[in-house]
């Protein structure tokens, strides 16, 4: 699925990240169960990356999904 909220202040933040992946699911229609791997963002800024990982822990909640951060390894690539 896709989705998108408004980045800039006041939009920023773990709600707003949780709003775009609720929506990208519903977009997709499948449940948070239904994922089998999440692909961070994972920015290397510590309050983004925060608030990327509470994103998740509250969209997942109990269901193990494996979070991986290629873009540790890679940088960003601008592609």
Request: hydrophobic fraction near 50%.
């Amino acid at each position: 699925g896709c989705a998108a909220t408004f980045d800039p202040a006041p939009g920023t933040g773990a709600p707003r990240l949780l709003a775009a992946a609720r929506l990208a699911l519903a977009d997709a229609r499948i449940e948070p169960a239904d994922v089998d791997v999440v692909f961070a963002d994972a920015a290397g800024d510590r309050d983004a990356d925060r608030a990327e990982a509470a994103a998740l822990a509250e969209l997942f909640g109990p269901y193990a999904v494996p979070v991986c951060a290629p873009k540790s390894l890679t940088g960003r690539l601008g592609s």
